[in-house]
């Protein structure tokens, strides 16, 4: 068994295993490492991981040859370039007439003199004499054949023979240096090798569709993965968690049978205010309550009875029962375009549509009020806005609902208080208990005024409500700071994902 | 909502008992308010707009005598006989209304004046509507040069003595040179040249809207006053001073006294006018509307509660509610009120028995399916605010389209509706560069244009992906949105077109089954450079809205 698994093992060639060994084999059965590079197209510190492998196979055995080699060194380089240092003393030698002082020298010449002054010596091209060195002869012919010597061995280039005592010359001067450099050999062990050429399977990494269509995954061996090794970070494209909240809501909506419409955000004042008996000078009209669009005077976009009707409501109460507000009601003032600051501007164009009762209607979406940013303060936020009606609808079905679906939502304690909004009567705020924070109002609700019924043309009663999402939500994903709802930081916004995804769960846990 | 200060003792002593602290937060939730904060000296309340009468320690003190039952039905008015004093109106064409009376026996001590003034200013503010519509002056009656009043306009050169100044000014100066002036002082000037103002004797004693004089100005020790009210409605204008004097005489031994006056008709009247309004309701309407199924006594006794006077005649209420209440409308408004004394905790709740049919909204619907299908082609879903920088919506304004610019921004990074989704995936991508690359992001949302010829509004629904890696492709961004478009069961294509803010030859239209339906493209580095983005990024854009309709 010991056997067979040895030579199984053998046996399996990986596909650069068999690059390199046919290479070293089609190279003569020896060969330069850097020499396979280039014949298998691998690079080099592959191939010398392959050959590690091939050799722990016995297929090929290395052997390393050393050799001299000669390098020029830092100071060499700065000697081809500029010149070596006699050289330079030479030439001052010339610039002041073949005399100059030593201690002059020095300051031209610096921490070179001595060596300058020496070599220039050796050469016998100058001498010194009281401090003053002397000019003997110039050129210096030797110094040429050296140069040449050390831009041979700086090039990398094999120095040609007989220059020995040169080399060594350049050697003591510190301007070459001389190294042992490694070659690595490796010869192929015959006939073993070309055997498992020929007889051996392929190792993949990738199994590939030809693989298998072609019937050769019958003869592969496939690499055995780092199985426990971390994979790339993936991120999944997900729903963003503020639409799956709003989309939760809108399911409990739709399962208590309501049907859902849709608005526009700029809307000419008479949809958000006069149609919903908003008084003309209300402060919530003012630019510090609303946003207004910069835009030319244009028409309402209404049907011409319904406009009709709501000058003659505002100004006497028409036929509503009402006294109205008096004075004289401004179409101008209601042609003036607005970001919507309430969505009971989509509901009651959907009351003006007049649908046959029973119906329940909702709308979600954007309301704008120009509120400076904070963690409790956006300019744009999500309402739902609901109404109702059925034969005999009343207060107390307005009510009920609203219980209904705050229960449905996970509250299930619902407090009721009276308030005021302009466009219902009985109005009522409602609260909800949430742990950790008590009573927070949630909602504004109330039964449509007789005036709003009147400017929509509808005989019964209608119960209407509107709901801030946000504050819900932020409850919903245990967010202190609303402006996190609304973020443009791709990572906060999987992290807020992940949240709500398990707090849905835990949620739905409670209640099984 | 308003919000206003009393002394805990003056409201518990007007009110005739003390009231405990959970007591007092009760009372307050039934008549809509809230109890912001409360001590042994101080409440601190607010109150809904509808409901200015209970701005002042005498008239929430009047609703909870109501409410415990200490006192129920209208409020007694103490009105003594004429007070002498004369007031003439002429025409005043930018402030025609003027209101007047007497509140005798109203002595300004301790924290009655700070409350006095605070119940002038909500007033101001909720019913007046900063002024414009209804201003208050209050005078020390005692210090009246003359019982002879005249209402009328004056020249800029008429001099007075500003309050709180000390010397004599013009009217032109008192505009100018005092700080009501510099803020009032535009609201009823007429022709640069005529301002209303209320003379006694020969003396200016009011500017309104403006200010008083000095000559009239309250004091600890002031005792009766006068009240000028005047304003542009006069329903309004009259309805305040019933407000103001009734709720004031609810102060023993407070009593109401009456001025004549004449209007420049010629015609007489005797003010204030103290008007009380009578409704008539059935008994079925009112359970018809609450869902209750209250007697007609019980409806009775609950707006007696509320300060009404009620009758019952067969199925007939008729009730005459107080002169202070300026929200009474319409019987629907006393069907309210006995619902507010019942207690809504004390309301039926029927829960919903109907059954009725679901329907979505078909555009909210395909927001979601489009939404769905990029992200499972990996493209994350964001969502963020609507309004964005001016710069980079009309970078990508789509042609011959003009911006929904605001008029009133809250800053420069809000300043226009976005008219494409790309201005908010760019501002997205700027923020998540942190972010592993490659990033894909999606977002559907709202988009607004005005057309440039006849400034037609245009809103739709629309589709944002945008992929950001170290390196991006036109095909990066061109193979999902076809993809997402053909899972529609559509046909996508493209027609090339440069737009402004994307790479030269590398931006196309979006055609769906041939029609025009949005923009696929490089993003121009000039405009990642000003992001700040340091990474490529191609985006693409599909209208919704026009895709239903294909659908």
Do not use: C
């Amino acid at each position: 068994m010991e056997e067979d698994k040895g030579l199984a093992k053998t046996l399996v060639l990986t596909d650069n295993e068999r690059r390199v060994l046919s290479s070293i084999i089609n190279l003569g059965g020896t060969a330069w490492v850097e020499d396979l590079s280039s014949a298998t197209g691998l690079p080099q510190s592959t191939v010398m991981s392959v050959l590690e492998l091939l050799k722990s196979k016995g297929l090929v055995k290395e052997e390393s040859i050393y050799r001299e080699e000669y390098r020029a060194t830092p100071q060499g380089l700065k000697a081809l370039g500029e010149g070596f240092p006699e050289e330079k003393l030479i030439k001052l030698l010339l610039q002041h007439n073949g005399e100059l002082e030593v201690r002059r020298a020095r300051e031209l010449l610096g921490e070179e003199t001595s060596i300058a002054i020496g070599e220039a010596r050796k050469r016998g091209a100058v001498a010194i004499q009281g401090g003053v060195i002397r000019l003997l002869k110039a050129p210096l012919e030797a110094i040429g054949e050296e140069k040449e010597l050390l831009r041979a061995i700086s090039e990398g280039k094999e120095p040609p023979g007989g220059r020995e005592g040169l080399i060594e010359s350049l050697r003591r001067r510190g301007l070459v240096e001389k190294r042992m450099r490694r070659r690595t050999r490796v010869t192929a062990v015959m006939p073993l090798a070309k055997k498992v050429l020929e007889e051996s399977v392929t190792a993949v990494a990738r199994l590939t569709g030809e693989d298998i269509v072609s019937g050769r995954w019958r003869t592969l061996v496939l690499k055995d993965y780092n199985v426990e090794a971390e994979p790339p970070l993936l991120f999944p494209g997900e729903r963003h968690f503020l639409i799956r909240f709003i989309d939760l809501v809108r399911r409990i909506m739709f399962e208590m049978g309501f049907t859902e419409v849709r608005g526009p955000i700029v809307v000419e004042e008479f949809w958000n205010f006069d149609a919903l008996f908003q008084a003309q000078d209300h402060p919530s009209r003012e630019i510090h309550d609303t946003f207004w669009v910069q835009h030319e005077p244009g028409g309402i976009r209404a049907p011409p009875e319904v406009i009709e009707r709501t000058r003659r409501v505002h100004e006497t109460g028409g036929d509503s029962g009402s006294r109205g507000w008096g004075g004289s009601w401004d179409p101008r003032v209601a042609a003036r375009l607005i970001l919507r600051t309430q969505t009971t501007s989509v509901t009651v164009r959907a009351l003006a549509d007049r649908p046959m009762v029973p119906f329940r209607i909702f709308t979600v979406g954007k309301v704008y009020r120009p509120d400076a940013i904070d963690a409790r303060h956006l300019p744009e936020f999500y309402q739902l806005d609901g109404i109702m009606s059925e034969p005999g609808m009343d207060f107390s079905r307005l009510l009920g609902m609203l219980k209904e679906f705050f229960n449905r939502l996970g509250f299930e304690k619902v407090r009721f208080k009276p308030a005021y909004f302009p466009f219902t009567e009985p109005s009522v705020e409602g609260y909800v208990w949430m742990e950790g924070k008590g009573w927070v109002e949630v909602f504004g609700a109330g039964m449509f005024r007789p005036e709003i019924l009147e400017i929509a043309g509808v005989e019964e009663n209608v119960g209407a409500w509107g709901i801030g999402l946000d504050r819900i939500a932020m409850k919903f994903l245990e967010v202190e700071d609303i402006r996190l709802l609304y973020t443009r930081n791709v990572n906060q916004a999987r992290e807020l994902s992940t949240r709500l995804r398990r707090l849905e769960h835990r949620l739905l846990g409670e209640r099984r | 909502m308003p919000v206003v200060r009393f002394s805990r003792s003056r409201l518990e002593g007007l009110v005739g008992r003390p009231l405990g602290d959970e007591e007092l937060g009760d009372m307050v939730f039934r008549v809509k308010g809230e109890v912001e904060s409360l001590s042994d000296k101080q409440v601190e309340l607010e109150v809904t707009s509808d409901r200015p009468d209970l701005l002042m320690p005498e008239g929430l003190a009047r609703a909870l005598r109501g409410l415990l039952g200490v006192e129920v039905g209208l409020p007694r008015l103490r009105v003594s006989g004429d007070t002498g004093i004369m007031l003439r109106v002429e025409r005043v064409p930018s402030r025609p209304y003027i209101g007047v009376a007497v509140v005798y026996d109203y002595p300004l001590t301790g924290g009655v004046l700070e409350e006095l003034i605070q119940f002038q200013e909500k007033l101001h503010v909720t019913v007046g509507r900063k002024r414009r519509k209804v201003a208050i002056g209050i005078h020390d009656l005692d210090k009246l040069p003359s019982p002879q009043l005249v209402y009328r306009e004056a020249r800029l050169d008429e001099k007075m003595t500003p309050l709180h100044t000390g010397r004599v000014m013009s009217i032109a100066e008192t505009l100018s040179q005092t700080e009501q002036g510099r803020e009032y002082g535009t609201i009823s000037l007429r022709d640069d040249s005529l301002h209303p103002a209320i003379f006694s004797g020969g003396e200016i004693i009011s500017l309104p809207p403006v200010i008083n004089s000095d000559v009239t100005r309250l004091e600890p020790g002031t005792r009766n006053l006068l009240i000028d009210v005047t304003g542009t409605d006069r329903e309004a204008v009259y309805k305040t001073l019933d407000l103001l004097t009734s709720t004031l005489a609810e102060r023993r031994p407070a009593a109401i006294g009456r001025i004549k006056v004449e209007l420049p008709t010629g015609e007489m009247e005797h003010h204030p006018l103290l008007e009380r309004g009578t409704l008539e309701a059935s008994v079925d309407y009112v359970n018809r509307s609450l869902g209750t199924s209250l007697t007609g006594e019980e409806a009775a006794e609950r707006l007696e509660r509320m300060r009404w006077e009620a009758h019952v005649d067969g199925g007939t209420i008729r009730a005459t509610y107080p002169e202070y209440r300026l929200d009474i409308l319409h019987p629907i408004d006393l069907v309210e009120d006995i619902a507010m004394a019942q207690g809504y905790d004390r309301l039926p709740l029927t829960p919903p028995r109907e059954m009725l049919r679901p329907r979505e909204d078909p555009l909210e619907r395909l927001s979601r399916e489009a939404s769905e299908l990029a992200a499972g082609m990996g493209f994350m879903e964001m969502h963020t605010f609507t309004l964005v920088p001016s710069w980079i919506n009309e970078e990508y304004l789509p042609p011959r389209r003009e911006p929904v610019r605001l008029v009133n921004p809250i800053s420069a990074e809000m300043a226009q509706f976005r008219a494409s989704m790309v201005p908010s995936l760019l501002l997205t991508l700027r923020e998540s560069q942190g972010a592993r690359l490659p990033l894909r992001i999606h977002e559907v949302g709202t988009v607004a244009t005005v057309s440039q010829r006849g400034g037609v509004l245009e809103e739709t629904l629309s589709l944002g992906m945008a992929v950001m890696d170290d390196s991006v492709s036109f095909e990066d961004i061109q193979a999902p949105v076809y993809a997402l478009v053909r899972a529609l069961g559509l046909r996508p294509s493209t027609e090339k077109r440069d737009h402004p803010g994307f790479i030269r030859g590398r931006s196309a239209n979006l055609l769906v089954n041939s029609v025009l339906a949005g923009r696929v493209g490089e993003v121009s580095p000039a405009v990642l450079e000003r992001l700040g983005i340091k990474y490529p990024v191609a985006v693409a854009e599909l209208d919704l809205s026009k895709v239903l309709g294909f659908l």
